[in-house]
């Protein structure tokens, strides 16, 4: 089934139109007292899981980031969307991060009561842009409340609290949504003091409806983008494809392999270049 999604730039002059395809999904929708949360895994997933968390950005919710998620369960892993401040455009609180966090370890294997999964072997953890941030210091302040974190270029860390668990973060090396690219992915990664990873999107612009414009940006990874924040193409697919390899890779690396850089390295479509421990982006 096909979607159609206009949207209106330039002062409301240009209105462009493009459709999309709805992907059908395996997902549990709950609400807890502390967050709206989507629970989206594969067809059969393995009896003892990895579950990855991730926490909504500014003004997104549960429901944005169906793409991203479907990637990653193609390999297997759990994936749990958390809205935790829903009805706000805020997302930046990690106290909220935590309670929801919380909620979720308490009742993710009732939930997928059914489903094959009966056991986390690894909690990862993190969130896309204000999620993200949330994410860092929610796991800085609480100890043990994540095994590793994993995060889309996470907002303003350049502040955010120093985590000592195995990291891997996207980002980019341009500035877009109002997100400063030094304080993103990049904050975050050098705030990381265990085993770290950077998958840096490179800088490419292209002219598109919205004008000269970058192709990857801080919103690649929600479905349609942010509010007010476009560059009015569709994500392509490779991009989805190219991000869950990695995070494949990480969590291969980082439980059940050797971590190195040449075991994290992953060729990508999308033009990117990794940075892995000591490595200065």
């Known amino acids: 089934m096909k979607k159609f999604l206009c949207i209106m730039a330039i002062m409301g002059i240009l209105?462009?139109?493009?459709?999309?395809?709805i992907v059908q999904a395996a997902y549990i929708d709950k609400t807890t007292a502390n967050g709206q949360i989507r629970i989206v895994y594969p067809g059969s997933p393995a009896s003892i899981c990895d579950a990855i968390l991730i926490g909504v950005g500014t003004s997104m919710s549960r429901a944005d980031y169906d793409n991203v998620a479907n990637a990653l369960i193609s390999y297997g892993y759990i994936v749990v969307i958390m809205d935790h401040n829903?009805?706000?455009?805020?997302?930046?609180d990690a106290t909220k991060y935590k309670?929801?966090?919380?909620?979720v370890k308490a009742?993710?294997?009732?939930?997928?009561?059914?489903?094959?999964?009966t056991g986390i072997a690894h909690w990862?953890?993190?969130g896309h842009s204000a999620g993200g941030q949330a994410a860092q210091n929610a796991i800085s302040n609480n100890p043990g409340l994540a095994d590793a974190v994993f995060s889309l270029d996470p907002y303003n860390c350049s502040g955010a609290g120093s985590i000592s668990v195995p990291a891997l973060y996207w980002?980019?090396?341009v500035t877009t949504c109002f997100v400063t690219k030094e304080d993103a992915a990049r904050a975050a990664y050098y705030g990381s003091l265990g085993h770290r990873a950077f998958y840096r999107v490179k800088k490419v612009y292209i002219v598109t409806p919205?004008?000269?414009?970058?192709?990857?940006?801080?919103?690649?990874?929600?479905d349609l983008h942010c509010p007010g924040c476009t560059n009015c193409l569709y994500t392509p697919d490779y991009f989805f494809t190219d991000l869950a390899k990695t995070v494949n890779k990480f969590i291969t690396a980082a439980f059940y392999g050797t971590w190195s850089k040449a075991n994290l390295?992953?060729?990508?479509?999308?033009?990117t270049e990794l940075f892995v421990d000591s490595d200065m982006p």
């Open 15 to 21: 209105i462009v139109c493009f459709s999309w395809q």
């Open 86 to 92: 829903p009805g706000d455009m805020v997302k930046t």
């Open 99 to 103: 309670n929801c966090a919380l909620d």
């Open 107 to 117: 009742n993710l294997i009732s939930w997928l009561s059914g489903t094959g999964c």
């Open 124 to 126: 990862i953890m993190g």
């Open 171 to 173: 980002g980019f090396n």
């Open 210 to 222: 919205c004008g000269y414009a970058p192709k990857f940006f801080h919103c690649s990874f929600c």
């Open 265 to 271: 390295t992953v060729t990508t479509t999308t033009p």
